[in-house]
């Protein structure tokens, strides 16, 4: 396992620290790893406020965490769930790569090319100054976009693959968006692992 956290591609953009592992987990260890989250995690679908107008959420999604503290964002508020131990193990991982200690895992389900996450950043309140995200993607591969704040020149597209780990730290998510897009392509589930740090 050492070997393969040695793989890694830096993004060279500015205002950000984003660094992408392609192979973090070993296929047979991603395969096994989305099929027990597929059948165990409760998953559910919440409702979201646009515009002051309620939508279902365009994809499923739980909380887990060390601590008690609830999580909210787009007027959703959700209560952690303790972590399982395929979960803690999954997350202890990821805390030997990147020597930072996660509180929180916010896992998304995306059923099909219709489920997607909009342009958004992960500034929420909660997470502090310049948070350390770490993104772990099973199953379909999915683009994931991002574009600067301010300057409209910037962007980038990457394709994160089963099994990769995305880490988003310094000021990426104070001048970045990113996002999940919708595909009309007949595509399988993916499901995420954005590990985070709520005190």
């Known amino acids: 396992m050492a070997q393969l956290f040695q793989e890694e591609i830096r993004l060279n953009l500015p205002d950000s620290e984003i660094v992408y592992h392609p192979h973090f987990l ?3 260890e991603a395969d096994t790893c989305f099929g027990l ?10 409702v979201i406020k646009v515009f002051g107008k309620e ?3 365009p994809r499923l999604t739980a909380l887990y965490g060390t601590n008690d503290r609830t999580y909210s964002y787009s007027n959703i508020t959700m ?15 990821i805390e030997v790569l990147t020597d930072v200690i996660f509180t929180t895992c916010l896992l998304n389900l995306y059923r099909d090319g219709r489920d ?9 309140k909660e997470l502090g100054t310049n948070p350390v995200i770490a993104s772990l993607t099973l199953g379909q591969e ?8 301010k300057d409209k020149t910037l962007k980038q597209k990457i394709l994160l693959e089963h099994g990769s780990l995305l880490i988003m730290g310094g000021g990426t998510q104070s001048h970045w968006l990113h996002q999940i897009p919708k595909t009309t392509r007949p595509i399988r589930e993916r499901i995420n692992l954005t590990f985070r740090i709520i005190k």
């Not at 989250?37 to 919440?46: A, K, N």
């Not at 999915?142 to 704040?149: D, V």
């Open 37 to 46: 989250l597929r059948r165990t995690v409760p998953w559910q679908q919440d």
């Open 116 to 124: 997607s996450n909009g342009w958004h950043a992960d500034d929420e």
């Open 55 to 57: 939508y279902p959420q």
């Open 142 to 149: 999915r683009f994931f976009h991002l574009k600067h704040k």
């Open 79 to 93: 209560k952690p769930l303790p972590f399982t131990e395929e979960l803690l193990e999954i997350k202890q991982k």
């Open 26 to 28: 070993e296929k047979n």
